[in-house]
């Protein structure tokens, strides 16, 4: 592997505008390659947070905490009077993967004007039963971190910073909160790119770190493995081949962490490989393209 594949990835981002802030390659076997377009700040990761709770909500299940089958209800039974007809069905492993059935719609960029978000979810109608309808929203993923800080005691930055952010030497990241000082879970985490590289290697690795054991081998295989067809609402190529546990499946048995306006870990188990892209562009497609055929094509 040769500095080539990333030469190619700079002329486009730089001829068609693409965007991009950084990009790294970790290849099994090779020594890693960056290029900087810009400091390697932490900027907002967006949606690519979805990615993160998803494995405190799998490491909280490995600590016997919770498992992704149980219903949401039985964690917070003091909401039980104020649920939604139908709502009381709805498991942990639906909020992940976007498929409570809930009318509920939220993403960060949005206001929270209800005393507690969280209540508002519970309560919305259901638009749909619980597993049966893909609805992409922030809402489930805010939720599963108030669960979270139900059975663990500690929010969800403070849950993951000894078992996730340490280990990675990804120092007290920055993570918004809500008006009641829960972080906002599905948005909001504010890493480098160098910083995020590392938790896709991870991931690539099967969740072991330097020796270290740090997210179970059966939970990695389960993020992309437990995944919900997304093909009734999108018929993009990029969105439409389904969704998991907090990632995108992707092109080439591929799966992916997807923040608005570019922040992309595009993790390739067949080439044993990850590449990771912070930007912002209003051009999310063609980032995506250009990581695929000029980057990740070029390893075979």
């Not at 016997?64 to 039974?77: A, C, I, K, M, Q």
């Not at 498929?99 to 929270?112: A, K």
């Not at 437990?226 to 969704?243: I, K």
Request: hydrophobic residues 40%.
């Amino acid at each position: 592997m040769t500095d080539d594949l990333l030469d190619a990835f700079v002329h486009a981002n730089r001829e068609k505008n693409l965007g991009a802030y950084g990009i790294h390659l970790h290849r099994e076997g090779h020594d890693p390659l960056e290029r900087r377009f810009r400091s390697d700040d932490r900027v907002n990761l967006y949606s690519v947070s979805k990615t993160f709770t998803a494995v405190a909500a799998g490491l909280a299940e490995a600590e016997g905490r919770l498992s992704l089958d149980d219903r949401v209800l039985d964690h917070l039974p003091e909401l039980r009077t104020i649920a939604a007809d139908g709502f009381a069905e709805v498991t942990l492993r639906q909020l992940i993967t976007m498929t409570s059935g809930s009318s509920h719609e939220w993403f960060t960029y949005q206001p929270i004007e209800v005393p507690d978000l969280l209540h508002a979810f519970v309560a919305a109608p259901m638009a749909a039963a619980p597993g049966g309808s893909f609805l992409y929203t922030g809402s489930g993923p805010y939720a599963i971190g108030r669960v979270i800080a139900r059975v663990t005691g500690a929010d969800l930055r403070a849950y993951l910073q000894p078992r996730l952010f340490a280990p990675l030497g990804l120092h007290h990241p920055g993570w918004h909160t809500c008006p009641l000082g829960f972080p906002l879970a599905e948005s909001d985490l504010f890493l480098t790119t160098g910083e995020l590289a590392r938790f896709g290697r991870l991931l690539l690795q099967g969740g072991e770190w330097e020796g270290r054991r740090i997210i179970p081998a059966a939970f990695v295989e389960r993020i992309p493995a437990e995944s919900v067809d997304t093909s009734s609402v999108t018929d993009d190529v990029h969105y439409g081949s389904g969704y998991g546990l907090g990632v995108w499946l992707g092109r080439d048995g591929t799966y992916r962490m997807d923040g608005k306006y570019g922040q992309f870990v595009v993790v390739d188990p067949r080439r044993r490989a990850v590449v990771t892209v912070t930007a912002h562009t209003e051009q999310d497609d063609a980032l995506l393209d250009a990581l695929y055929d000029l980057v990740l094509s070029g390893i075979d």
